[in-house]
T-cell receptor
Framework: DTGVSQDPRHKITKRGQNVTFRCDPISEHNRLYWYRQTLGQGPEFLTYFQNEAQLEKSRLLSDRFSAERPKGSFSTLEIQRTEQGDSAMYLC?????????FGSGTRLTVV | DQQVKQNSPSLSVQEGRISILNCDYTNSMFDYFLWYKKYPAEGPTFLIS?????DKNEDGRFTVFLNKSAKHLSLHIVPSQPGDSAVYFC????????????FGKGITLSVRP
């Protein structure tokens, strides 16, 4: 197992377009998290899955954001009608303990 | 409301000397603390952690100290190496249902050769 994998690494999109990111967690981890990191800030929690169940969503996750984890394996994060304020690094992490292992992230730029 | 605070944005040390990175927290429910290291354009990499039942944890050149009464933790790197130059994030969680991490803003460590 090579760790948490995220795709794509970079995404440039025009304002108003929809984007989808994918995360493949470490296979034996049943917990999966999405975070967002903007310049000068630490990662901020967005949402959490235990297997396929989405158990918590942050207030940062507006109605334009949706996340899924079908079959408790990979996860997708979709942003509809992107805005310039959505530009950030989107990080996925997986865990089976208090420690979380992160992927390399997807850098989103909305122009 | 910043529950995890890293008040110094940067630190510069000479190679071979000790680096001390500080972190404060306000939420007394936090019971697990972690340090992550991050290079540009990469995700955070786990470095070391400590449970609230301990006051010290050591792993090679890295030692984390926890002072629960002061709600303060620190990461010591001895000896510092140029490859340690990166952004270091302090994070905290409440172990239990989801154990999500709350991060500080990070501190940029520069180790001068």
């Amino acid at each position: 197992d090579t760790g948490v994998s995220q795709d794509p690494r970079h995404k440039i999109t025009k304002r108003g377009q929809n984007v989808t990111f994918r995360c493949d967690p470490i296979s034996e981890h049943n917990r999966l998290y999405w975070y967002r990191q903007t310049l000068g800030q630490g990662p901020e929690f967005l949402t959490y899955f235990q297997n396929e169940a989405q158990l918590e969503k942050s207030r940062l996750l507006s109605d334009r954001f949706s996340a899924e984890r079908p079959k408790g394996s990979f996860s997708t994060l979709e942003i509809q009608r992107t805005e310039q304020g959505d530009s950030a690094m989107y990080l996925c992490a997986s865990s089976e303990s208090p420690r979380e292992d992160f992927g390399s992230g997807t850098r989103l730029t909305v122009v | 409301d910043q529950q995890v605070k890293q008040n110094s944005p940067s630190l510069s040390v000479q190679e071979g000397r000790i680096s001390i990175l500080n972190c404060d927290y306000t939420n007394s429910m936090f019971d697990y603390f972690l340090w992550y290291k991050k290079y540009p354009a990469e995700g955070p990499t786990f470095l070391i952690s400590i449970s609230s039942i301990k006051d010290k944890n050591e792993d090679g050149r890295f030692t984390v100290f926890l002072n629960k009464s002061a709600k303060h933790l620190s990461l010591h790197i001895v000896p510092s190496q140029p490859g340690d130059s990166a952004v270091y994030f302090c994070a905290a969680s409440v172990t239990g249902a989801n154990s999500k991490l709350t991060f500080g803003k990070g501190i940029t460590l520069s180790v001068r050769p």
